[in-house]
């Protein structure tokens, strides 16, 4: 089997409402996502979509996913969509960095591994079922009273474990905001603070040491020395997620002891394959996880939640699902979806997921096979 023709759209895919990060230094109105199709010799299909967080949030930006893909799709053209290792080899050799690039080719390849093997990705990528997976909420920064207000509406569409974006220069502020949630969580409900790399350390350092909540606190400062400085020094469990960008920095920070889990996002860290890698380690390590995507449609969390599903219980936290923040969904009815808080992956060969070709329209670049 040879990949044939590579396929590639760009859609807009607006949020719902504005989405703050990062004390409020971040705004989002919409993102610009890529989605892929490959063809093979044999008449197999795959899709796969790579989704950057707007540009301010990594080095990633969407154009430069269809630049990249420009560079990279001619060198994959006759590869075996199977072979993932070799063809993740050769996109490394031609275009040394940019995962985030690499994240929709090998997506769409997975997809045509698990149709060619009659399996679904979860079974793929070593899992025993198609395990629900617990969701989380992702709560913009805001007042503690405007938090709070987001958090309950989550609550009522079933989500328990929420995401409350926080940090700014004020700390006062943000230690009325950890303080104001975690008090007023339900027991049956969990939430992890989320920094953004806002705080300089000794801000991190100062504000979680005076609140009384133990709950984890996700990427404080911006660079793995800062985070691994602000661990030590403080009572919460860490996660990292920005500042993890390749395999090297989880060992650094397992080495260092500056964290207790990661987010495992296939776009931050170069597609399935490079996401499957990261999350073997970190369950060999005893670390737990969050598996989802830096964005996109259903069918770049449909693809996440796939590898969520696949991950030992014991090393699953949960997932957050993109979807649910656009005013848009061009995979209708499709993939992984909030029920009652949790998402299961589909059990039909491959991902599961089809893109709408109404909604996503005339593609903007085509690459074949030369004659
Ligand atoms: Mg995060």
Same mark, same amino acid.
């Not at 760009?10 to 703050?20: A, C, G, K, M």
């Not at 996401?275 to 060999?284: K, L, M, N, T, Y």
């Given at each position: 089997? /040879?990949?044939? #023709? ?18 409020? #230094? ?9 989605? @892929? ?6 008449? &197999? ?9 707007? =540009?301010?949030?990594?080095?990633? =930006? ?6 990249? %893909? ?13 072979? &993932? ?19 929709? +080719? ?8 698990? *149709? ?37 509406? !989550? ?10 974006? +926080? ?5 006062? %502020?943000? +230690?009325?905001?950890? $303080? ?16 953004? /790399?806002?705080?300089?350390?000794? !801000? ?24 691994? =400085?602000?661990?030590? /020094? ?5 996660? %990292? ?13 397992? *080495? /260092?002891? !500056?964290?207790?889990?990661? *987010? ?13 890698? @990261?999350?073997?380690?970190? @369950? ?9 995507? @830096? ?12 590898? !969520? ?30 029920? $009652? ?31």
């Amino acid at each position: 089997m /040879r990949i044939s #023709r590579i396929t590639v759209w760009q859609l807009d895919l607006p949020l719902s409402e504005p989405y703050f990060l990062s004390g409020g #230094r971040l705004r989002f109105d919409r993102l610009d996502s890529t989605i @892929v199709r490959i063809d093979t010799d044999d008449g &197999l299909s795959g899709w796969g979509e790579a989704c950057p967080w707007g =540009h301010t949030y990594l080095p990633a =930006h969407g154009p430069g996913v269809r630049a990249g %893909l420009n560079i990279l799709a001619p060198a994959v053209i006759g590869l075996d969509p199977r072979s &993932l290792d070799h063809l993740n080899a050769v996109m490394d050799v031609t275009l040394p960095g940019h995962g985030y690039v690499k994240s929709a +080719i090998d997506m769409a390849c997975w997809d045509i591994y698990g *149709k060619a093997a009659d399996m679904p990705l979860w079974q793929c990528l070593g899992g025993a079922m198609a395990t629900p997976v617990a969701i989380n909420s992702s709560i913009s920064t805001g007042t503690p009273e405007e938090m709070l207000a987001l958090i309950r509406k !989550a609550s009522a569409d079933g989500y328990k474990v929420h995401s409350a974006k +926080i940090g700014g220069t004020d700390i006062a %502020l943000d +230690i009325a905001r950890i $303080d104001a949630i975690s008090s007023a969580l339900p027991a049956d409900e969990s939430v992890t603070f989320d920094v953004n /790399r806002a705080w300089q350390p000794a !801000a991190a350092v100062q504000v979680l040491n005076a609140v009384a909540s133990r709950d984890w606190v996700e990427q404080p400062c911006e660079t793995l020395d800062q985070c691994a =400085h602000v661990a030590d /020094r403080v009572p919460q469990p860490i996660m %990292l997620d920005e500042c993890m960008l390749g395999f090297q920095d989880h060992i650094d920070a397992w *080495k /260092r002891n !500056a964290c207790n889990g990661v *987010k495992v996002k296939p776009n931050r860290l170069g597609g399935l394959t490079r996401a499957r890698q @990261v999350r073997d380690f970190g @369950v060999s390590v005893g670390w737990q996880m969050h598996v989802e995507d @830096v964005g996109g449609s259903a069918l770049a969390d449909t693809a996440a939640i796939h590898l !969520a599903a696949s991950t030992p219980d014991a090393n699953r936290l949960a997932s957050w699902l993109c979807h649910y923040h656009l005013a848009i969904d061009p995979t209708a009815g499709q993939g992984a979806r909030n029920t $009652d808080g949790f998402a299961t992956p589909p059990s039909i060969p491959g991902l599961g997921v089809t893109p709408d070709p109404d909604i996503i329209g005339d593609p903007v670049a085509t690459y074949e096979t030369s004659v």
